[in-house]
């Protein structure tokens, strides 16, 4: 279980920021799903974050970057970011959407997660992902229930 040594609020520094990603990009902390996709975080502010995960390896039969690929990174930055926010509380997605709108045969996609709403028990994020020529290639939206439960 990931533990981060600091909650992201809106007073965290920018060091505390870098600090963070740090932990996010170590070995076993995103989950085995996102390290096999390759998934690597790379800006996180109290209001977004951004990651990105390379085409190859994560493509579907025709070798485009599989529709699933943009979903896995599209959750594991808006969850990741949910869990930050919140305070290190448990979170679950509890609705998921995703329009593809370009293909991307190579390179990396990069997704970046704001915060559209922060309530008590409820996060919801946008997530556009974009190539390396910064054209849109799909929009997902996700939310997350903060749980009242501690990670264990």
Do not use: W, Y
Not at 68 to 87: D, R
Request: charge should be negative.
């Amino acid at each position: 279980m990931f533990t981060p040594d600091a909650s992201l609020t809106a007073e965290t520094t920018e060091e505390q920021c870098r600090q963070l990603l740090g932990q996010l990009n170590a070995p076993d902390a995103v989950g085995d799903l996102a390290a096999k996709m390759g998934i690597e975080f790379t800006e996180l502010t109290h209001d977004h974050v951004t990651g990105t995960a390379p085409v190859a390896g994560n493509t579907q039969p025709m070798g485009l970057f599989h529709g699933g690929g943009h979903v896995v990174l599209a959750e594991s930055l808006a969850s990741m970011h949910s869990f930050l926010i919140s305070g290190g509380k448990n979170v679950v997605g509890v609705d998921l959407n995703a329009t593809h709108l370009r293909a991307a045969r190579d390179g990396t996609v990069t997704g970046r997660a704001e915060v559209l709403h922060r309530g008590r028990t409820i996060v919801s994020h946008e997530v556009k992902m974009t190539d390396a020529a910064g054209r849109l290639l799909s929009i997902v939206r996700i939310t997350n229930m903060i749980l009242k439960t501690e990670p264990k």
